[in-house]
């Protein structure tokens, strides 16, 4: 009987675009994943992949829709949640954040399912709550909704009010769901939260120590949570020099990281030997 592989997207925004790699891997070697999990950038990936799109056709949809800047701030710019009115209001119609259902929405591929229950591989989906202040879990009912919860960025997506919760980001308490599955024998984990970034020091400004510091917190808890239990395979593709918006920049992502096709591919086999 052939071993049961997790597979686990981890959330990091634009250096998400890498787990287009681990995904190739697992279609070269002609496999697919008994199960996969997702926080944030993974869940869309997560999600687009156990729906049964192959990793060559969500390069080209990646590829095709972040090419033609204007168009990529056009969709965006529709998905806004407020007025400029709104700005001194009360609430979350601050026009500087994105509506994250209806951003995907317009981002996401045809021939996605709609609910988890039709994918065709078993999804997990990590979200937080922002008032239970605790990781939410998604297995079962409508796909849109629980995804762009896992993608909601606190200060540039609108929280996502989804079965009675209030819902962030799910990188804000798991930003790598490796410990997520419930019946395989091994758990391939992407991990793109980044390492150090080596350059000439240079005061950040206000926004990129925000994106900054969020990136910061996500590395510190997977690296809590690598100490405390570790999945079968960690692979961290290079994207160091990537931040957290230069969704841009998909060729350079994924030129820079290309390395980690091979990596998932050699401990996919390993895991497979057992």
């Known amino acids: 009987m052939s071993r049961r592989i997790g597979l686990a997207l981890g959330g990091g925004g634009a250096r998400g675009l890498a787990h287009l790699h681990a995904l190739q891997a697992f279609d070269e070697l002609g496999l697919r994943p008994a199960a996969i999990a997702g926080t944030s950038i993974g869940a869309i990936y997560a999600a687009a992949y156990a729906s049964g799109l192959t990793a060559a056709e969500l390069r080209a949809h990646t590829a095709a829709q972040l090419r033609n800047r204007g168009e990529v701030f056009a969709k965006l710019m529709k998905a806004r949640v407020g007025r400029l009115a709104d700005l001194f209001g009360s609430g979350s119609r601050n026009p500087v954040l994105v509506d994250a259902e209806a951003m995907l929405a317009s981002f996401l591929p045809e021939g996605m399912a ?3 229950e039709t994918a065709a591989t078993p999804l997990s989906v ?3 709550d922002f008032f239970a202040k605790a990781e939410i879990v998604f297995r079962d009912g ?3 909704p629980a995804v762009a919860a896992s993608a909601a960025i606190p200060g540039l997506f609108r929280p996502v009010v989804h079965r009675g919760r209030t819902l962030i980001d799910g990188a804000m308490t798991n930003p790598l769901p490796f410990d997520v599955f419930d019946d395989v024998d091994a758990v391939i984990a992407i991990d793109v939260t980044g390492g150090p970034v080596m350059e000439a020091a240079r005061m ?3 926004f990129e120590a925000t994106l900054g510091a969020l990136q910061i917190m996500q590395a510190a808890i997977v690296a809590g949570k690598l100490e405390r239990r570790a999945p079968t395979a960690v692979i961290r593709p290079r994207v160091e020099a990537i931040t957290l918006l230069d969704f841009l920049k998909t060729t350079a992502v994924l030129r ?8 998932v591919k050699r401990a996919v086999e390993a895991a497979l030997a057992g």
């Open 114 to 116: 709609e609910t988890f």
């Open 126 to 128: 990590v979200a937080t």
């Open 142 to 144: 409508p796909l849109l």
């Open 204 to 206: 950040p400004n206000a």
């Open 256 to 263: 820079a990281s290309e390395g980690a096709r091979d990596e």
